[in-house]
């Protein structure tokens, strides 16, 4: 009987703590890199916008009418002659707004099975490649721009005319190599500022206290501060570690500083600008006093967990709140810039990507992913809501104004500037890596702004120099 | 001695052909599996340590000791070999030591359920290792964290350079000294009653029973152990992967979590097994020289 009692004891235990386990994992989604949460929490949230009034998968209805705007999708035309075929689609963390895609395809076409594949983020990134370098690679599967040169030598050309794919689509020219596509943008996306609306009301601030510029910013945030017998009970502003992606991969272009050389092969850290930007946040928690570095280890987290006031972030954070933090009041505005008289650009941009195909799969399958990809760029409702699903403003011309992007506040407070963020081209991810090292030793560790700034810049021209890499910040032209 | 080897070389009895062939396709098995997925691959990686290496991207360019000679000027590389030793020989240490004191007092015949406690100190052994990190990981948030509300302090153990890889360490030991206890409730179980008796007789007290005694004879199980460990943590990356991603900066960068880094993070294969190799000598070294202490002491 007491081996029993003991049997029985154990086995909760050991239940309690898987289910522990859970529940850690996905909360420490917010705690990884910043591309990779970007990119995990849209996904993340994907099931929950589906399910919201933010997007219109429930409604997606099945045309048997030829749609499209340039690229045109007929879905009278079988594919595989009819006859039945399979294919594995990857893609990271659960996400039912990219099935629906998938779901939508496979009521058109029920000869097709799409078998979806989930990896978490940074698995994913580790078994494409080497998936796609071996005969079991998945024939579709959800793309990156950062692991661009994992992955490029295995994908296949888009099979549609470039002339029909630019007339159609904005932002294409990055993507062309040799005068073809293996991906596109589904939206692009930036950095904002994200604020809790209660703690807003509650220090007595209004919608027109939003500020536009950071020496405004920090005054409304000294006033979100709250400390009680010298604790830090409430920060104004917080940016524990997303330094790197969201401030010196971004803001120093506010100064006119791009992160590249004029040759658009090295880069340039240790900078007037980048040091301007690293001071501006120090000074946050030790001139200002609105926040800690030691107050919480993820600012996100603690932004989200209503102990953060303000906090930068890209725009998954929108859907990733209203998924898993749906009692937080927030709202969204626009980075504050240090002259709004003269600036160069807001931050840095980057994209969602559609769908690479694996140029190393059976003949049949490939030509069913291709009619994938064509079908997906010609459904301006499934494209309208992977962009509002992953906060990312859509790069096909005729949703730029469509009115449902005003549901969504993260995309809504871009809609006059969007034109005025550099895209840098497909960085590699070490680039946050090295910047995240950076940051953390001015932080943490107490090294001097120009030593961390100048090691970080000799590391990644070091991994630049050994590979093929050109930036596309030069394309940039600032407004007038 | 003679007959022996004249033994030796005596035909033996005709075993039955299915016998023969079940242990030549065991053996055969058995060699492929070693040949394809340790023999091969290591000498692959060796090779590839003298190349400009990127699977990715096809890149394999011939580029002799290079890698090598990186290594030597590269600090974060000499600053996780050196953060690797420190965290193998305190974990190694403390992991024998709360082991042997666990067993050693469950051992003692007037503690009951044996099996519970040995039960308890074994279950994070089994756990899953990430799951149990990301459980720490947040156990140690500074504000809201476990650790500090039931210590009172206000450390931010993961972010400062004077904790962080000490919290990766207090997390290991914790999930891992059950091992030990196990090990070595093993060991004191088969230790001849006769021999404690005698000692007794003789006159040994409580501590002298185990200098002298006990723990003479469990230096084969604290070998086994001290071996084992070595060879585990040297290898050690999850812990950081979840806990600090070797910061704050790369003050917790451990040579594992470098090279996963290089080959899976960047794809630097060629300077991954670089550092692989050098690795592979550090293992040696400290394992042979365990041997060498272990048998100093038995002689």
């Known amino acids: 009987m007491k081996k029993k009692l003991l049997s029985v004891l154990l086995a909760c235990t050991m239940v309690l703590g898987l289910c522990a386990c859970g529940d850690q994992a996905g909360s420490a989604a917010p705690e990884d890199t910043a591309d990779t949460v970007q990119t995990q929490a849209a996904a993340d949230t994907a099931t929950a916008d589906s399910a919201s009034s933010e997007t219109t998968a429930d409604t997606a209805t099945v045309s048997d009418q030829a749609f499209g705007d340039t690229i045109k999708y007929d879905p009278t035309v079988p594919v595989n002659n009819g006859e039945p075929i399979s294919i594995d689609y990857w893609l990271w963390t659960s996400d039912e707004l990219w099935q629906s895609v998938m779901d939508k395809y496979m009521a058109i076409h029920p000869n097709v099975t799409i078998n979806t594949i989930n990896n978490p983020y940074d698995d994913y990134w580790v078994k494409l490649p080497l998936a796609l370098e071996g005969a079991d690679g998945p024939t579709l599967f959800n793309m990156h721009i950062s692991y661009h040169d994992s992955v490029i030598k295995n994908l ?18 990055p993507h062309v190599i040799d005068g073809q596509v293996y991906y596109l943008d589904t939206g692009v996306m930036t950095g904002s500022i994200f604020y809790n609306k209660d703690m807003w009301e509650a220090a007595g601030l209004t919608e027109a206290d939003i500020p536009e510029t950071w020496d405004e910013f920090f005054e409304v945030a000294k006033k979100l501060t709250i400390r009680e017998d010298g604790q830090l009970i409430q920060a104004g502003f917080e940016f524990n570690n997303y330094i790197n992606s969201n401030y010196l991969m971004g803001i120093q272009y506010q100064l006119g500083q791009n992160m590249f050389n004029d040759d658009m092969k090295t880069v340039t850290i240790n900078n007037d600008a980048e040091v301007k930007v690293m001071q501006m946040l120090l000074d946050a928690y030790n001139v200002y006093e609105v926040g800690e570095a030691d107050f919480c280890e993820d600012s996100i987290v603690s932004f989200a967990t209503g102990q953060t006031a303000m906090v930068s972030s890209w725009g998954w954070l929108n859907d990733y709140m209203k998924a898993n933090f749906p009692d937080i009041n927030f709202g969204v505005f626009q980075v504050p810039v240090f002259d ?18 694996n140029k190393n799969a059976d003949p049949a399958q490939i030509a069913v992913a291709q009619d994938i990809v064509k079908f997906l760029l010609a459904d301006n409702e499934s494209l309208l809501n992977l962009a509002l699903g992953q906060s990312v403003f859509p790069t096909k011309k005729s949703l730029a104004n469509d009115p ?77 | ?274 550092m692989s190799f050098v690795l592979f000598v550090f293992t040696a070294v400290a394992t042979a020289i365990s041997f060498k202490i272990q048998a100093g002491k038995a002689a």
């Not at chain 1, 296949?156 to 020219?173: K, M, T, W």
């Not at chain 1, 600036?343 to 690479?356: D, L, P, V």
């Not at chain 1, 021209?461 to 032209?477: H, I």
């Not at chain 2, 953060?83 to 009951?112: D, E, M, P, Q, W």
């Open chain 1, 156 to 173: 296949a050309p888009y099979d549609i005319p470039l002339e029909d794919i630019r007339a159609d689509f904005n932002n294409v020219e």
């Open chain 1, 340 to 357: 709004k008289n003269n600036i160069y650009a807001y931050n840095r941009s980057n994209t969602e990507s559609t769908f690479g195909i």
């Open chain 1, 404 to 480: 449902a992007l005003e549901q969504n506040a993260a995309l809504y407070c871009l809609k006059d500037t969007v034109d005025q963020y550099v895209f840098p081209g497909a960085l590699p991810s070490f680039f946050e890596t090295y910047l995240a090292e950076a940051g953390e030793e001015i932080l943490y560790n107490g090294v001097d702004i120009r030593t961390a700034l100048q090691t970080a810049e000799d590391k990644i021209n070091a991994d630049l120099a050994g590979m093929d890499f050109t930036a596309c910040e030069d394309a940039y032209t600032p407004r007038k």
């Open chain 2, 1 to 274: 001695m003679a007959r022996s080897r004249l033994q030796l070389f005596q035909k033996r009895p005709l075993q039955p052909r299915s016998e023969v062939w079940l242990r030549n396709i065991t053996m055969f098995c058995m060699l492929a599996f070693y040949i394809t997925f340790f023999i091969v691959p290591i000498g692959m990686a060796f090779v590839g340590s003298f190349h400009d290496w990127n699977p990715m991207n096809g890149k394999y360019v011939k580029v002799g000791v290079s890698n090598y000679v990186a290594l030597l000027s590269n600090e974060t590389f000499w600053l996780s070999v050196k953060n690797t030793l420190l965290f193998c020989a305190v974990v190694v240490f403390f992991r024998a030591l709360l082991g042997f004191l666990c067993a050693y007092a469950i051992y003692s015949k007037t503690v009951r359920g044996k099996n519970f406690f040995l039960t308890m100190y074994y279950m994070p052994v089994i756990a899953p290792l990430v799951a149990v990190t990301f459980i720490w990981k947040f156990m140690y948030e500074p504000k809201v964290g476990l650790i500090n509300t039931l210590l009172g302090l206000s450390v931010n153990w993961l972010k400062n350079k004077n904790t962080a890889l000490l919290a990766v360490m207090i997390m290991t030991v914790w999930k891992d000294f059950g091992y030990a206890v196990v090990l070595y409730m093993a060991g004191l179980m088969g230790l001849s009653e006769e021999v404690l008796e005698a000692a007794k007789v003789d006159g040994c007290n409580g501590l002298q029973l185990l200098k002298s005694v006990v723990l003479p004879l469990l230096r084969p199980t604290t070998l086994l152990i001290i071996v084992a460990s070595i060879i585990s943590y040297l290898q050690a990356y999850v812990q950081v992967l979840v806990l600090t991603e070797g910061g704050p900066g790369t003050s917790t960068y451990l040579t594992s979590y470098l090279i996963y880094n290089e080959a899976f993070v960047k794809f630097s294969f060629g300077s991954a097994s670089a």
